[in-house]
């Protein structure tokens, strides 16, 4: 080759690559924006529940990614603030698992989610008593006969994450096997085989209950809990677990599910196959699709050329019109379990949960990026 040749070929991949860096540099922006927007906004000392603990998944993930010292001493406030603990009852003989907010609830899954917080920031600084109510909590519960803790579609991404974290901390078996126990009861009750997706509990499961228009109705963010739940086990489990097979072929499957329902403007609708039963777009089951989409490719898992248009468009729909240019993150469906035909979801719904759910879509969309520089 001759030097205009060569020089042409140089020119081509430095273009290439200030292309790419830009896209991280704008990524990277979109994250900062929406992190201090809510930070700046929200104090860190609020309870240990499900909703505060799902953006704090999000807020550790970035916190991985830039080092940012301010967005780890705000989880680290805020498990102070909470003792390192979910539910505080000490009396084992009256806790319980069913849906509950008050301190017996221990064994109920939207208490125990924060603990991947707090064994996220054990890792930082190894220090016993972070992870002593963890560990306290997961070993009971394991003690006992039950097996149908996971009863509903978010609880998988409450627990899974925290029983893959511990397994891989502390080297126990149980871990693994519990884990697999309650996720097999969970797909007993609520996974449709046909469709390969989740309904939000059994109370909602075809034809006992319908869309509007008389369709299977799955609730995109209670699949978007379970989708980015099954990344994170695959994340942490060992490569020869025994059952990795069961989670890597239910995330495989859901991935291919999954894409089939994206609307052209990159969002998933609040009942993923029934687009007219709640339409508009939805920040926080979108973001969730697009975190384990981008996940399964970033590690080898999802082909890049079958699924990196779906998680382009819904970074697309959650960089350009979910966030605001304050910082503020919108479309997110309140709190609740179901599509509601009717609800308002709009510029100024957001929520704590949706922001994790970004932050954990944003991160490895800039991991994408980084690998293509």
């Known amino acids: ?207 006992q209950h319908k869309s509007v228009n008389g369709k299977k109705d799955f609730w995109a963010r209670g699949d978007g809990w379970v989708f980015a739940g099954l990344a994170k086990v695959l994340k942490d489990l060992p490569l020869n677990d025994p059952h990795r097979n069961e989670y890597l072929t239910k995330y495989k499957n859901m991935a291919k599910a999954i894409v089939k329902s994206q609307q052209v403007e990159g969002y998933w609708t609040r009942s993923m196959l029934d687009p007219h039963h709640a339409p508009g777009p939805e920040t926080s089951g979108t973001a969730f699709f697009t975190y384990g989409l981008l996940w399964g490719i970033n590690n080898g898992y999802l082909k890049e050329k079958t699924y990196l248009p779906a998680a382009q468009k819904g970074w697309q729909y959650l960089s350009q019109t979910a966030l605001q240019a304050n910082g503020k993150l919108g479309y997110v469906q309140p709190i609740g379990e179901k599509a509601i035909p009717g609800q308002v979801v709009d510029a100024n719904s957001t929520a704590n949960f949706g922001v994790g759910a970004f932050l954990l879509a944003g991160s490895e969309m800039y991991r994408y990026l980084s690998h293509k520089n």
């Open 1 to 207: 080759m001759n030097l205009k040749l060569y020089s042409l070929i140089a020119l081509l991949l430095f273009a290439n690559f200030a292309v790419h860096a830009q896209k991280q540099t704008d990524v990277l922006e979109a994250l900062n924006r929406a992190n201090a927007y809510w930070q700046n906004n929200n104090k860190a000392q609020v309870r240990a529940f499900w909703d505060h603990a799902a953006y704090h998944t999000g807020n550790m993930e970035l916190f991985a990614l830039t080092q940012n010292q301010t967005y780890r001493k705000y989880s680290e406030d805020w498990a102070e603030y909470n003792q390192w603990m979910g539910a505080k009852s000490t009396d084992k003989t009256k806790w319980k698992y069913k849906y509950g907010e008050t301190d017996e609830y221990v064994l109920f899954g939207d208490w125990q989610i924060c603990f991947q917080t707090y064994i996220d920031l054990y890792h930082l600084k190894p220090e016993p008593y972070k992870i002593a109510r963890a560990k306290e909590v997961m070993q009971y519960e394991m003690s006992t006969p039950n097996n149908d803790y996971w009863w509903w579609a978010d609880g998988l991404y409450m627990v899974m994450p925290v029983m893959t974290k511990l397994y891989k901390l502390t080297g126990d078996k149980q871990y693994s096997d519990k884990l697999y126990e309650y996720f097999m009861y969970a797909n007993s009750i609520m996974y449709d085989k046909d469709e390969k997706l989740y309904y939000r509990d059994a109370k909602y499961v075809y034809p």
